[in-house]
Structure formats: C-alpha cells, structure tokens
C-alpha cells in the first residue's frame, strides 16, 4: 500500500464565527487534504481533521494557525470547552502504530516553527501528560505555573500570549471524541462523567469524560475521549451512561461524533447491536476491497 498519510484533529476556539471557522479551513485546506470540519456553538470550538505527507500538514497546520491568531481572541472567548489557546490542541494521529515516530516528527516540527512565531507551545504525552494536564484551572493558572516554574514550553517563550494564549502539541493514537447529549440537571451528566471516565475505582479504561452544560441547546453533556476503543467499545459505553442518566432523572436524547471514527470501532458496536458472532471489519466489503 506504501507510505500513508498522517492524520491530524486540530482543535481551534472558535465555533460560531462561520467566516473564521472556513479561513481556518481554508489555510488548513491549502496544504492538506481537508476531510471534516466539526463546529459547536456551545463548546465554541471546532474540530478540523485532515490528512496529508509530514511536510503539507506541517504547512497547514501552522498557517491555520496564523489565521486563528489574527481572528481569534481568547480576552473575549467564552465556551464551554477548556483551553488554553485559540489553537488549543493540535494532534498528529499514525494511521497506523509504525508511523507514530513519524507523527511525533510532525508534531515536533510544527512546534518549533508555532514557538518562533512567540507562542509557547507544550508537547503533550498522553495519558500521563494529556491536554487536560495543561488545562486544568485555566489559562491563569496555566500562567502561574510557568511563572513558579513547575512547567516550562517545549517551543517558545515561557509567557502566554494575552489574546492568543499557548498550544498543545503531540503525536496520539487515534481516538473517537464522542458525546452523549442529556435532558436534564448539569449535575447528573457530571455524577455520570465521573462514573464512565477511566480512574482508579474503576471507570471505562482509556476514556476521559467531563460533564458539560450546552445552554444554547437546553441541554446537557457527557463529553467524551474515547483513547482505547478496542477495550472500551462504543455501544458499551452508550448503553451504560444511559442507565446511569436515567437513574438520576436525565433522559439521553442522543449522540454525536466529533470529527472520524476508526472504522473497525463502527463494526465492533454493528456487530454487537446485531448480535452476528465474530463480526469484524474482514467482513466489510469496502474495508477488504481497500486491503487488495
């Protein structure tokens, strides 16, 4: 098959703004191929994923982040979404595990050249250190750690810049970010975010879950990363946040996937739904024509 592409999920804070959002698409879309553009007004965030060789995601990614830095400021920025940056997050996900070295390669080069632009840029290495490591408490507490010096950036100067904040940077394997949408108490979608994130009592393993409140919809949110879809299959998760919503007086009004999904995490929660025993993507027809 030769050498395939990388793939890359920036997330920007930006999700209302419809000419901002397509700049951003545009300079990510002239260097890469752009597959999906995910915009969510109450996050006020997008998520943009493409694909492309080492050097045109390199290109896109740090002229999309020129235009969020000229568009965006986070002194007037309110969502409901941690960040610490307008380009808060910026993943560079193998498509398959040899080609991780080559995505940290990617990650790496669009840090340094983010960092000589003056923003600081930190390379995250998840689960130990992940995006939520260096959100927590927001950006000034962020600040006040660089300033007491519990944590320095990988690239750039040690100072957040006032409107455009800082980056996260790394190289990941791929993830589903996937959401489940409550009618009822923020409270609830909380207690349940707790319960289905991954900790020490027990949880789903490898998943991160906040509970959010979506107020331009009337609704609330279990907002999740689901980092090991192999071991934390997608209907599981769904029908157990179903169970624990209602027990709280929350009903689920539906689902939503942020950006792609591995096709194999598809097949897995197909087959279970259908109950065919040993359903897998070998008995996809267009995921074994893409094999020959």
């Known amino acids: 098959m030769g ?15 419809a000419a901002t959002i397509d700049a951003i698409g545009a300079a990510l879309g002239s260097h ?3 597959l999906d553009v995910h915009a969510d007004a109450d996050h006020n965030r997008s998520v943009f994923t493409l694909v492309g060789e080492e050097q045109e995601l390199v290109e896109g990614l740090v002229a ?27 993943p560079i996900v193998p498509l398959v595990a040899t080609d991780l070295d080559r995505a940290r390669r990617a990650a790496e080069a669009v840090g340094e050249r983010i960092g000589a632009l003056g923003l ?7 689960p130990e250190r992940g995006p939520a490591f260096y959100r927590r ?29 800082g980056m996260i940077a790394g190289a990941r394997n791929p993830l589903i970010a996937f959401n489940v949408n409550l009618r009822g108490p923020l409270e609830a979608a909380r207690e ?50 179903t169970h624990e919503a209602e027990a709280r007086g929350a009903e689920v009004v539906g689902s939503e996937l942020v ?4 096709a194999g995490a598809a097949v897995a929660a197909a087959g279970a739904m259908l109950r065919i025993d040993g359903f897998d993507p070998s008995h996809v027809l267009e995921l074994r024509l893409l094999d020959t």
Request: charged content about 25%; overall charge negative.
């Open 32 to 34: 890469a191929r752009l």
């Open 137 to 165: 408490g927001g950006i000034a507490e962020l600040q006040r750690r660089l300033d007491a010096g519990e944590l320095r950036p990988d690239y750039g100067p040690a100072r957040l810049d006032p409107s455009a904040g």
């Open 192 to 241: 349940v975010a707790a319960l289905v994130r991954q900790h020490d009592g027990g949880g789903f393993p490898g998943v991160r879950a906040l509970g959010i409140d979506l107020p331009r919809a009337g609704l609330v949110q279990v907002s999740m990363n689901v980092e090991d879809w192999e071991a934390s299959a997608l209907h599981e998760i769904v029908a157990f946040v």
């Open 259 to 262: 950006g792609l999904m591995p």
């Open 120 to 126: 600081p840029v930190f390379l995250y290495a998840p």
């Open 3 to 17: 050498v395939l592409p990388l793939e890359s999920v920036p997330n920007f804070s930006e999700g209302r703004d």
């Open 64 to 90: 999309a982040v020129e235009v969020a830095r000229e568009r965006i400021d986070l002194r007037r920025h309110e969502g409901a979404h941690p960040r610490i940056g307008v380009a808060d997050v910026v």
